[in-house]
């Protein structure tokens, strides 16, 4: 779960449409999940996170599904607005600390 | 409620040089982390603290860095001497408590080492 280099994997998306952002994780014991929002110039904030007991968990405009199967993470941004441009961390736990994935850069298109 | 506090906001020091970072916590938050951010990078821990002990830094550059929390609340993390690979973001961020995985961040410290 370790990040990439300089260049992230970006997403852009009609302002108005679902986004939809991926992530793998790489430890099958870990039990829990969060995605993390970053703005520019900003500090990681809190989206939403999700148990490994769960498959799905719902928020305001935003859903995380969790496969285990796979190992395989996704958030989901309904009708995505200008303000959800940032870049999106998903983050795994592991002996009590956050095991970070790497972001991808969602861009709105108008 | 009042969020992570960090100082300075940027800071540009020159190779070999010293410089420090403040963080306070949220008010109650037992448990202080520091991370490193390159450009384009997740966050990567430096160190992390319970209270006023030490529950992680094996990622720290003891060499170079070094970090404190003497009174479990606010923490100083100071690098002497600077080398430019040390250009990135410095987030601290804070939880309730070691297993509370839900952290919450300051806004970080931009600092540019030339």
């Known amino acids: 779960g370790e990040s990439v280099g300089l260049h992230l994997p970006t997403l852009s998306v009609q302002e108005g449409d679902n986004s939809i952002i991926n992530c793998a994780y790489s430890?099958?014991?870990?039990?829990?999940f969060i995605w993390y929002k970053q703005e520019s110039g900003k500090g990681p904030q809190f989206i939403i996170d999700?148990?490994?007991n769960m498959d799905k968990r719902q928020g305001q405009r935003v859903t995380v599904l969790l496969n285990k199967t796979v190992k395989h993470l996704s958030l989901q941004i309904a009708a995505t607005q200008p303000g959800d441009s940032a870049v999106y961390f998903c983050?795994?736990?592991?002996?009590?600390?956050?095991?970070w994935g790497a972001g991808t850069k969602l861009i709105i298109k108008p | 409620e009042a969020g992570v506090a960090q100082s300075p906001r940027y800071k540009i020091i020159e190779k070999r040089q010293s410089v420090a970072f403040w963080c306070n916590p949220i008010s109650g938050h037992a448990t202080l982390y520091w991370y490193q951010q390159i450009l384009g990078q997740g966050p990567k821990l430096l160190i992390q603290f319970q209270n006023n002990g030490v529950v992680d830094d094996s990622q720290l550059p003891k060499d170079r860095f070094s970090a404190e929390r003497l009174k479990g609340v606010d923490s100083t993390l100071k690098i002497q001497p600077a080398k430019l690979e040390d250009s990135a973001v410095y987030l601290c961020a804070s939880s309730l408590g070691v297993t509370a995985y839900e952290q919450y961040f300051g806004p970080g410290t931009r600092l540019t080492v030339t």
């Open positions: 999700i148990r490994s």
């Open positions: 430890n099958s014991a870990s039990d829990y």
């Open positions: 983050a795994e736990s592991g002996n009590y600390q956050l095991i």
